[in-house]
């Protein structure tokens, strides 16, 4: 193991190093948070695939494979799907807008002061998002280092809160990029044939396996369905993938990069499910569906080989805890504390938001501290399942309607939008408190229930003032990156 330890050792002080370099870069608040608008096609496509390929694309993704076959590559899928989804219609607008926060968007279309509401449930869901992934690190480290579990977390949330903090989007974009070179390396490259031939090929596979495991709908068709709405339309509208799309260069890269990275996602989904049914051959009968991929990788693979898989799974948690932790910093920041203090006017462009050096440091100051706050959280919770069901339905339950009505539909107004951030954040906590957290109607009603007052109260109040659909039409177009004044508060 000792090969295996060092590749570990070696790819956690690049991750510190990278850190300290993009340190040198982030200047301004641009910089800082969405590295200075200025990515290419390159880096843009590899740092959003690395951030939607989290651990449990990985880890839960083989793990649905050795538990349901092929068709557990249902939920990776359905985020290719959103990223897909967002790149091809919406992440060109959405790049145009020249804005930190989705909230920001909220307030530049509806012309109120939505932005704390808004911008509660969206850090709510990044918190939770940045906890789960942290928790992650316990698993990877016990297989390593056979480790305790708190100082597991405290080890893995350590280093991804001091690279984050140092040089913020640049630093992320940077070590980003390193892990998507190796969970390409590590998953599609050496993982995925080793583990069909040590299985004996598809035919043995095949043969040693029931049927429905090769059934592209085996997992069911009611949770292909709750994947669509909780993944692929939570692709549309979290802030964490929102923030990487503020970093595309031009709409072009936004659309294009997307799209390859929306590909590679699915690609991605399909290696994960192949590798679990291998595993499922190998170990019919291991006590739990998520220690294939620990298990398949700590017995079957050469030395050497083994600790650059598990450095492909450590940066797949790496990557969707530090995109999580700035996404949750900058809501917090932005979102919730400044424009409490009043210190924030609404849609200010990059002019408008870059100041002086030392609001780069207010920003390192929330990236430590939720840091921090995760880290003690992941520490404390037990069920992340549970809790990372709660932030997807919050979120795809609230927000979903207002963003996309936002950017669709004219006659949306203010009212309406809070009126169904309220209305469907509300009816999916009452309804998980019903039929339980991890059940699907909550969501599926939620959804509902915010659609019909988003619909019914913007109808029933006056419609968005022209001269605000007018700024919102021409930052749409990229024609005005100026600070609008603020409208009266809703």
């Known amino acids: 193991m000792a090969v295996d330890y060092t590749v570990i050792v070696v790819y956690l002080a690049g991750m510190l190093a990278m850190g300290w370099w993009g340190m040198r870069r982030a200047k301004s608040k641009a910089e800082f948070l969405v590295a200075g608008r200025r990515l290419g096609p390159w880096m843009y496509s590899g740092t959003m695939a690395a951030i939607v390929l989290g651990g449990a694309s990985t880890i839960g993704g083989v793990g649905l494979g050795y538990q349901y076959g092929l068709s557990g590559a249902w ?104 892990q998507f070179v190796v969970k390409t390396v ?24 029931p049927t429905e495991y090769f059934d592209p709908l085996g997992i069911g068709g009611e949770t292909i369905f709750t994947y669509v709405l909780i993944y692929t339309f939570g ?43 291998a595993a499922k051959v190998m170990y019919p009968k291991l006590p739990s569906a998520d220690a294939a991929f620990a298990t398949i990788v700590k017995d079957e693979l050469p030395m050497g080989v083994r600790g650059l898989v598990l450095a492909a799974a450590l940066a797949a948690v790496m990557s969707t805890s530090s995109g999580a932790l700035i996404a949750c910093a900058t809501v917090a920041n932005n979102d919730i504390w400044s424009r409490l203090r009043g210190a924030v006017r609404t849609g200010g462009g990059d002019e408008a938001h870059d100041g002086p050096h030392d609001e780069v440091k207010g920003n390192r100051v929330f990236i430590l501290v939720m840091g921090v706050g995760v880290i003690l959280i992941a520490i404390a919770l037990n069920d992340v399942v549970e809790a990372l069901t709660v932030a997807y339905n919050l979120l795809v339950a609230g927000l979903l ?61 006056r419609p968005t003032d022209a001269a605000v659909l007018a700024a919102w039409r021409e930052r749409l177009a990229g024609r005005d990156a100026t600070e609008p004044q603020a409208p009266a508060a809703v």
Do not use: H
């Not at 009505?405 to 998980?432: E, F």
């Open 401 to 461: 309607v207002p963003i996309l009505g936002g950017l669709l539909w004219r006659r949306g107004t203010a009212q309406g939008a809070l009126a169904a951030v309220a209305g469907g954040g509300l009816s999916v906590i009452g309804l998980m408190w019903g039929y339980g957290i991890l059940a699907n109607q909550p969501v599926y009603y939620g959804l509902l229930t915010s659609l019909a007052v988003y619909v019914a109260v913007s109808l029933a109040t």
């Open 75 to 178: 939920m990776v899928f359905t985020i290719g799907l959103g990223l897909l989804a967002l790149s091809v219609f919406f992440s060109a607008r959405i790049a145009r807008l020249k804005v930190y926060t989705v909230s920001e968007m909220l307030d530049l279309r509806y012309g109120g002061r939505a932005g704390v509401i808004s911008g509660v449930v969206m850090w709510a869901y990044t918190l939770m998002l940045a906890v789960t992934s942290t928790i992650a690190y316990a698993t990877i480290f016990d297989v390593l280092f056979d480790m305790n579990r708190t100082v597991a977390i405290v080890l893995g949330g350590s280093i991804v809160v001091a690279y984050s903090t140092l040089g913020g989007m640049w630093s992320i974009t940077l070590t980003d990029m390193v």
């Open 186 to 209: 590590g998953v599609l490259l050496l993982l995925l044939p080793i583990a069909v031939v040590k299985a004996g090929g598809f035919g043995e596979m095949r043969a040693k396996l």
């Open 235 to 277: 692709m549309l509208i979290g802030q964490d993938i929102w923030q990487r799309v503020f970093t595309a260069r031009s709409d072009k890269v936004a659309r294009y990069g997307g799209t390859v990275a929306g590909t590679y996602c699915l690609l991605y989904a399909i290696a994960g499910a192949v590798i679990g049914t």
